[in-house]
């Protein structure tokens, strides 16, 4: 698993068991799915600008 993903799944607050992770469908699952979306909506900023990113942050709901 990449590490920039592991290192979201801990941001998300994901509890973290000898490697494994434990899942939920709560609220870390939620906040796992913004810093996703967060994450990919950097990416674009970098690759193309603002105006993408933020288009990519308000197609999935997140706030700025």
């Given amino acids: ?5 592991k290192q979201l799944i801990l941001d998300a607050g994901f509890p973290k068991f ?4 434990v899942v939920s469908d709560g609220e870390e699952l939620e906040k796992f799915a ?3 979306v ?3 909506a950097k990416v674009v ?4 600008g603002p105006k993408s990113a933020l ?7 997140v706030e700025e």
């Fill in 1 to 5: 698993m990449n590490e920039r993903i």
């Fill in 18 to 21: 000898d490697k494994m992770y």
């Fill in 34 to 36: 913004e810093l996703i």
């Fill in 38 to 40: 967060r994450e990919c």
């Fill in 45 to 48: 900023f970098d690759k193309t």
């Fill in 55 to 61: 288009n990519v942050l308000e197609h999935f709901g």
